[in-house]
Protein backbone atom coordinates (compact mmCIF):
# COMPACT_ATOMS: atom_id res chain seq x y z
CA UNK A 1 0.00 0.00 0.00
CA UNK A 2 1.18 3.65 -0.55
CA UNK A 3 2.88 5.72 1.74
CA UNK A 4 2.31 5.01 5.60
CA UNK A 5 3.13 8.94 8.04
CA UNK A 6 1.15 10.18 10.72
CA UNK A 7 1.88 12.76 12.63
CA UNK A 8 1.43 12.92 16.16
CA UNK A 9 1.28 16.11 18.38
CA UNK A 10 1.54 16.08 22.14
CA UNK A 11 1.34 19.09 24.13
CA UNK A 12 -0.14 20.21 27.22
CA UNK A 13 -4.09 22.15 26.46
CA UNK A 14 -5.39 25.48 28.27
CA UNK A 15 -8.87 25.09 27.53
CA UNK A 16 -11.30 28.04 27.80
CA UNK A 17 -12.03 27.63 31.23
CA UNK A 18 -8.10 27.89 31.98
CA UNK A 19 -8.12 23.93 32.30
CA UNK A 20 -4.70 22.75 31.58
CA UNK A 21 -4.84 18.96 29.95
CA UNK A 22 -2.41 16.73 27.86
CA UNK A 23 -3.27 15.66 25.11
CA UNK A 24 -2.13 13.25 21.99
CA UNK A 25 -3.16 14.34 18.85
CA UNK A 26 -3.14 12.63 15.47
CA UNK A 27 -3.09 15.21 13.07
CA UNK A 28 -5.74 15.26 10.24
CA UNK A 29 -5.35 19.00 9.43
CA UNK A 30 -2.13 21.54 10.77
CA UNK A 31 -2.06 25.64 10.19
CA UNK A 32 -1.51 26.75 6.82
CA UNK A 33 -1.96 30.22 5.37
CA UNK A 34 -2.20 28.21 1.93
CA UNK A 35 -4.72 26.28 -0.52
CA UNK A 36 -3.73 22.93 -1.36
CA UNK A 37 -4.99 20.76 -3.84
CA UNK A 38 -4.63 19.35 -6.94
CA UNK A 39 -3.96 21.69 -9.76
CA UNK A 40 -6.52 20.95 -12.75
CA UNK A 41 -6.24 23.83 -14.93
CA UNK A 42 -4.91 21.92 -17.71
CA UNK A 43 -7.37 19.66 -18.16
CA UNK A 44 -10.48 20.24 -20.43
CA UNK A 45 -14.01 20.81 -19.33
CA UNK A 46 -14.75 17.13 -19.68
CA UNK A 47 -11.88 15.25 -18.12
CA UNK A 48 -12.37 18.23 -15.67
CA UNK A 49 -15.83 16.20 -14.68
CA UNK A 50 -14.65 12.93 -15.01
CA UNK A 51 -11.54 13.59 -12.47
CA UNK A 52 -14.09 15.20 -10.01
CA UNK A 53 -16.21 12.33 -10.24
CA UNK A 54 -13.80 10.08 -9.88
CA UNK A 55 -12.14 11.89 -6.94
CA UNK A 56 -15.61 12.37 -5.07
CA UNK A 57 -16.00 8.34 -5.38
CA UNK A 58 -12.38 7.92 -3.94
CA UNK A 59 -13.08 10.43 -0.76
CA UNK A 60 -16.22 8.56 -0.38
CA UNK A 61 -15.14 5.43 -0.16
CA UNK A 62 -12.23 7.04 1.80
CA UNK A 63 -14.55 8.18 4.21
CA UNK A 64 -16.54 5.10 4.49
CA UNK A 65 -12.88 3.29 6.11
CA UNK A 66 -11.93 6.04 8.16
CA UNK A 67 -15.66 5.97 10.02
CA UNK A 68 -15.02 2.29 10.26
CA UNK A 69 -11.89 2.74 11.96
CA UNK A 70 -13.65 5.40 14.32
CA UNK A 71 -16.15 2.59 15.33
CA UNK A 72 -13.71 0.20 15.93
CA UNK A 73 -11.95 2.50 18.43
CA UNK A 74 -15.01 4.33 19.83
CA UNK A 75 -13.53 7.68 18.67
CA UNK A 76 -16.38 8.72 16.55
CA UNK A 77 -16.96 12.35 18.90
CA UNK A 78 -13.16 12.71 19.39
CA UNK A 79 -12.33 14.70 16.28
CA UNK A 80 -10.98 18.20 17.97
CA UNK A 81 -9.76 21.29 16.99
CA UNK A 82 -7.06 23.13 18.76
CA UNK A 83 -5.94 26.56 19.04
CA UNK A 84 -2.24 26.38 18.30
CA UNK A 85 -1.95 29.57 20.89
CA UNK A 86 -3.29 27.22 23.61
CA UNK A 87 -0.81 24.69 23.35
CA UNK A 88 2.30 24.33 24.93
CA UNK A 89 5.41 21.84 25.10
CA UNK A 90 4.71 20.73 22.11
CA UNK A 91 6.41 18.18 20.74
CA UNK A 92 6.06 15.85 17.38
CA UNK A 93 6.56 12.44 16.24
CA UNK A 94 6.51 11.56 12.60
CA UNK A 95 5.70 7.94 12.25
Do not use: C, W
Amino acid sequence: MGFKMAIIYSFKYTDAKGKVTDRVLMAHVVPATLYSGTDITELDEEMRGLFIAEMDEAKEAFGKEVQRITDKYDLNYKYRQFRPEKMADVTKETI
